[in-house]
């Protein structure tokens, strides 16, 4: 039945009829009072204006309890899905980084209720978090101690402020960097009350200008990995076991934010080596921090690696307890240390090992078998094609290393004016998806890099649900 809009408001059923109405008592079960009385409050107001402006409104109880229930399941929808990364960026930063084992999730799942985190079972008394992770990345680093905080930006704040408090930091020029997310080494300092003490220039430090920097004043020395850039051509930089030497000569800390800081030696999955804490303890460092959920392949966490006395100043500064970690993640590291037992099998058992090392000619398959399904989706609108193309790492790792790859080039079937529109529609289409699949758009064609694509039959299930109209 079509209203006219002669009497607006008659036409409308009362908030209190519509919550009464049979057709909303299973929307009532599901969502609740409270969302539902909001949801039916909604769609009346808006059935009201829409009389009001002498449109067409369906005023059926039936039409409007399908309103009502569509604008509670769009509600109920979660804002945090699984998406499908194909941009070809593996440790995708906006895209939660590492994606995790099936043995940390397991342990994360086990850890979600009562668990011993701060527990000890013999002696029945209270521990310490830090217990269930510091003896296996004692092994793994070879660090006489080991505590764990929310992130790496937070490890090194912590670590500063610790550890240089009122005094002076000493740094490359050439290491001021900008992480992304408003991580700037010169802010950090600020806020962890040091002052920063530069030395040498952008593109060239050398040992003396550390060695005329220290001073009365100075609290460490520090080198933080540049992560993100790589300066090329006439540049200089001193050894690390060279600034640790000086710097223990002076009496002083030397603190290396490793940033990415692999575990394991990449070389051995035939990729470029990253420096290990391991490598950067033996070469003297004292106090190593690195991320938990980049090149290490873990949750989002800031591990802090070192000299044992340091590392107890550290752990009793009170911000460390605005930072610690929480339960769910102290049981996923755990579990990914005990994965690192046993580097040989870390390509099957840890997914970003796993995905860095992917053979090309494994990509270049997926890519064959895909590709079928994503042209049938796209006929009419987009030609699809395998094409070859560079992976990277992505969170500032190894930036200048690109790993080789296929992907699939979807390029729209009009050219010229208006093409580009298609791209993004297409690259639109594809995030709309029930588990979206986010690509990138490069030289006019929407690119999925398969790198990272392991579950080719929920990928292709839902091509169908593409919807280009
Ligand atoms: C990534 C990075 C950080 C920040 O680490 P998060 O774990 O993202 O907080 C700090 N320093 C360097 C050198 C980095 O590469």
């Avoid at 699809?384 to 080789?404: H, Y």
Wanted: glycine letters at 8%.
């Amino acid at each position: 039945m079509i209203q006219e809009a002669t009497n607006p408001q008659a036409a409308i059923p009362s908030v209190d009829k519509m919550l009464r109405a049979p057709l909303l008592a299973d929307a009532l079960e599901a969502h609740g009072r409270p969302a539902v009385t909001d949801a039916v409050r909604t769609v009346l107001a808006s059935l009201r204006r829409g009389l009001m402006a002498g449109e067409p409104v369906e005023t059926e109880d039936a039409a409007i309890a399908a309103r009502i229930s569509a604008v509670l399941a769009a509600l109920a929808q979660p804002s945090l899905v699984r998406v499908f990364n194909l941009t070809g960026t593996v440790l995708h930063t906006n895209l939660g980084r590492a994606p995790l084992p099936q043995a940390a999730i397991q342990a994360m799942v086990a850890a979600a209720g009562a668990c011993n985190l701060e527990y000890d079972l013999d002696k029945g008394a209270r521990g310490d978090r830090d217990s269930h992770l510091e003896p296996l990345l004692q092994r793994l680093t070879g660090a006489e101690a080991v505590t764990v905080v929310n992130n790496n930006a937070a490890a090194v704040l912590l670590v500063l402020n610790a550890l240089a408090q009122d005094r002076s930091v000493l740094v490359s020029r050439g290491e001021l960097i900008e992480i992304g997310g408003a991580f700037r080494i010169p802010d950090i300092m600020a806020r962890a009350g040091c002052r920063l003490h530069e030395v040498g220039t952008t593109n060239r430090t050398h040992l003396r200008d550390f060695a005329g920097g220290i001073g009365e004043d100075t609290a460490l020395l520090m080198k933080v990995h540049a992560s993100n850039y790589e300066i090329q051509g006439f540049t200089a930089a001193p050894a690390e076991a060279d600034l640790a030497k000086l710097a223990h000569e002076n009496d002083l800390p030397f603190v290396v934010d490793l940033g990415s800081g692999a575990l394991a030696d990449l070389a051995e999955y035939g990729l470029p080596h990253e420096r290990t804490p391991a490598e950067t303890l033996a070469d003297g460092a004292d106090v190593v921090t690195f991320s938990g959920d980049k090149l290490l392949g873990g949750p989002q966490a800031g591990l802090i690696v070192g000299r044992k006395d340091l590392i107890d100043k550290i752990r009793k500064n009170p911000m460390k307890r605005a930072m610690r970690l929480d339960k769910v993640t102290i049981a996923a590291l755990e579990a990914i240390f005990r994965l690192y037992a046993d580097p040989d099998k870390l390509p099957e058992r840890l997914p970003t090992i796993g995905l860095l090392a992917r053979p090309a000619a494994e990509i270049a398959a997926v890519a064959q078998r895909v590709l079928p399904a994503v042209a049938r989706a796209l006929e009419g609108i987009a030609w699809t094609e395998t094409v070859s193309c560079r992976s990277q790492i992505g969170s500032g790792s190894l930036p200048v290393d690109l790993l080789e790859s296929t992907a699939l080039s979807i390029r729209p079937l009009k050219e010229g004016r208006g093409a580009g529109g298609v791209v993004t529609k297409i690259a639109e289409a594809f995030r709309a998806l029930p588990a979206p699949v986010i690509g990138r758009v490069q030289d006019g064609a929407f690119l999925l890099d398969l790198r990272c694509l392991e579950d080719e039959a929920a990928f292709t299930a839902q091509l169908g649900k593409i919807d280009l109209s």
